[in-house]
């Protein structure tokens, strides 16, 4: 424990400060001292092991290594191509677009809003006590977190982005220095009203929920990520799902269109083309040869089936794991492709039909019982215009396409005079509306097709909340091929990390990757998810082999190295992972898992001089109550005065007077100063917003003991 680790040497260094030399100053004194290493080290405060790892944000993007088995291409690096260049050939089809709801599924902040006439109420959290405003000011969008119990709290974050189409709700997007994150108050179609978004009934991540590469690459067409920084981009991030997200490339489209470039076109079409099969095979090939036209335009509905299904599913597929493959992520995928060649997606077998996610329209497509009889002919396109919106299309025309597979005999409600689909209502019946399990506001279609379909399940059907280290089954949504053993062992690793704690399944994921490796020892993906796998088990030791040499072999594979140094960490070798961690923040400069791990490591070392240096330029990229509270301490123990440290520690309370950390660092800072009174109020203050906190009871314990 910590605090069998050389306490006398942090008495004698609180002394060295010109600190009071009574004996119960100096008890006082040693137990701040000892208090603040062990705020910044996180004990006695309990871990779930899945915290060892890098966040969960950056491993579900998949590791970025150099040498892949794929080339890592950006959407913006492929088609530079204006949107609006298209509507000179293709008005009809782009006017439709611009009203459907994909067409602004990303965009800049803009007023009029969606709710504006509503957003001076209030949305309350029930759950935490905190309430949230929509406050529009001048041109400004703002969202303002207040208390009714603190009247003093007032957090505020201004709205940069507008997410989703409106046509079931919006959501609103704050970016600082690049880092975006989700903001916690949505407009809700169905319900006219302000809500709190999806997920955040059952955890208020208030304004820090970071929104990943995942997230924008499917609301909005290119960005360029800073990958494996989970949430930062270059901003600004291009409006809306463009053509290009479905008809890939339009440059050559473009070119072969223009009178004098025709030629030139042609011939550059024919060596992409040839570039493409040489990197793909099979039946991804033979898609290109298909869906292309001589200018190099995919046409969806001239793919073979699963091919065409790929190009919506890489939205609408919503699995619970998603693993993509060593080299690829979000961005990567291009129309023409085969979405397993980047990734591959698993859900939790709960031994029943799962209850409705908001983008499972593709898994519950998948696992219907019309896609397997069709063996697998079945697309979205069938029945789905993409470029139209959804208002415009004729009440029978699903029911139409349901009647040019099934006849009236089918169907017990239809008269045999009757033709089906004319008053069929087939969807009305086998695809009801259903609330999804993210949260209370939402109703979608159900695309699980079922013959009898059951009542509508309650909103956020309990049996579906996956629960601490529980016993998980994990399968494929695709019914004609399972997944590989490889990327199957990796899913069950990262479920642990991004649904976690879930250590039975690390141990199955374990043992997985360790059969695959048997086979193929030369898997470097197996190998980073076995080692991840040792991380979460806290077996650094074990995982440092695997990690030295994917670090040695790919030094590009940023994860492998961050997972290095927290593997050496945990084997004690705090040079080592310090300078790893030092390296990563030289290459990766915008990362601030690096920066957090090393101030703590340093701090540890009793190095408060180099953790306040790393605190501060943590600082200039992001300046949050956490980072602001660890750097007045950091910068009190290096020996910089009270006044300068509580400056520090009066901004990161200002930013957030309900951050339990905030208050417990400055009665910390109290207790160096022997201002026991101080000390005191603010530790109770701890324990009225954090009553298991661990820190301020023992604090306090001590106080009580000294008088």
């Keep these: 424990m910590l605090a069998c680790q050389g306490g006398p040497d942090r008495t004698t260094s609180a002394t060295r400060m010109g600190l009071n030399s ?62 609006q260049v298209c509507a000179g050939c293709h008005a009809d089809a782009v006017a439709d677009y611009h009203r459907n709801g994909m067409s602004h599924s990303w965009q800049a902040v803009r007023l009029p809003l969606l709710g504006e006439s509503t957003g001076n109420a209030y949305v309350p959290d029930a759950l935490t006590g905190y309430r949230y405003q929509v406050v529009v000011e001048d041109d400004d969008v703002w969202q303002e977190e207040t208390r009714t119990d603190d009247p003093e709290h007032r957090l505020r974050r201004k709205a940069h982005y507008l997410v989703g189409s409106g046509n079931h709700a919006q959501a609103m997007v704050a970016a600082d220095n690049g880092y975006l994150t989700q903001m916690p108050v949505a407009w809700f179609h169905d319900t006219h009203s302000w809500q709190l978004n999806p997920g955040f009934e059952l955890q208020n991540h208030r304004f820090d929920r970071p929104i990943t590469a995942g997230c924008v690459g499917c609301h909005g067409t290119t960005a360029r990520h800073e990958a494996p920084v989970p949430n930062r981009f270059s901003l600004p991030i291009e409006r809306g799902i463009g053509c290009r997200r479905c008809h890939g490339n339009a440059a050559r489209h473009v070119a072969f269109h223009t009178a004098d470039g025709a030629q030139a076109a042609e011939e550059a079409s024919e060596e992409a083309g040839k570039s493409d099969r040489e990197r793909k095979s099979g039946e991804a090939a033979a898609a290109d040869a298909v869906a292309a036209d001589p200018a190099g335009l995919v046409h969806p509905a001239r793919l073979p089936p699963a091919a065409a299904n790929d190009v919506c599913l890489q939205c609408h597929l919503q699995g619970d794991v998603t693993v993509y493959r060593q080299g690829t992520g979000p961005f990567d995928f291009q129309a023409g492709d085969r979405l397993r060649d980047h990734r591959h997606d698993f859900l939790i077998d709960w031994g029943k039909p799962a209850s409705l996610g908001v983008a499972s329209h593709g898994a519950r497509m998948l696992q219907s019982r019309c896609y397997i009889a069709s063996e697998g002919r079945l697309t979205c396109v069938m029945c789905h215009d993409s470029h139209k919106p959804s208002h415009d299309v004729a009440p029978g025309h699903y029911d139409r396409m349901c009647a040019s597979c099934h006849t009236s005999e089918s169907c017990a409600r239809i008269r045999p005079s009757e033709p089906a689909g004319d008053a069929a209502a087939c969807v009305e019946c086998h695809m009801p509306q259903r609330p999804t399990r993210e949260g209370i506001h939402l109703v979608f279609t159900d695309h699980a097709i079922l013959r009898n379909p059951s009542p509508a399940v309650s909103e956020g059907d309990a049996s579906d909340v996956l629960r601490p280290n529980s016993d998980v089954t994990l399968v494929s949504p695709w019914p004609e091929s399972e997944a590989s ?54 077996r650094g030791r074990e995982a440092i082999p695997l990690l030295s040499a994917l670090a040695s072999q790919h030094p590009d594979w940023r994860e492998a190295r961050f997972r290095l140094a927290v593997a050496y960490e945990l084997a004690g070798d705090h040079r080592a992972a310090s300078s790893h961690y030092r390296n990563l923040i030289d290459d990766t400069p915008h990362w601030l898992a690096s920066y957090d791990r090393l101030s703590q490591l340093l701090m540890s070392q009793q190095r408060a001089d180099a953790a306040a240096q790393v605190l501060s330029k943590r600082l200039e990229l992001r300046r949050d109550a956490d980072a602001l509270s660890r750097f007045a301490l950091a910068r009190r123990l290096n020996g910089a005065t009270h006044d300068a440290a509580m400056e520090a520690i009066g901004e990161a309370i200002r930013l957030d007077r309900r951050l339990p950390a905030a208050f417990l660092n400055r009665g910390i800072l109290h207790l160096l100063e022997q201002h026991d009174e101080l000390a005191r109020r603010d530790f109770q203050k701890v324990l009225e917003l954090d009553p298991d906190n661990a820190h301020a009871r023992e604090a306090l314990q001590s106080l009580d003991a000294a008088k």
Excluded: C, T
């Excluded at 137990?31 to 779930?48: E, I, K, T």
């Design 22 to 83: 009574g004996v119960n100053a100096k008890r006082l004194v040693a137990l701040a001292v000892l208090l603040a290493l062990a705020v910044f080290l996180g004990w006695p405060r309990r871990r779930s092991p899945k915290n060892v790892s890098s966040p969960p944000q950056a491993a579900r993007q998949g590791p970025k290594a150099a040498g892949g088995s794929r080339s890592h291409r950006s959407a913006s690096e492929v088609d530079s191509v204006d949107p």
């Design 485 to 538: 053993e490889a990327w199957l062992g990796a899913a069950y690793v990262l479920l642990h990390e991004s649904m976690g704690p879930q250590l039975q399944a690390v141990a199955r994921g374990r043992q997985i990757l360790e059969e695959v490796l048997e086979r193929a020892p030369g898997d470097a993906e197996s190998q980073f998810w076995l080692a991840s796998a040792m991380l979460a088990q806290r």
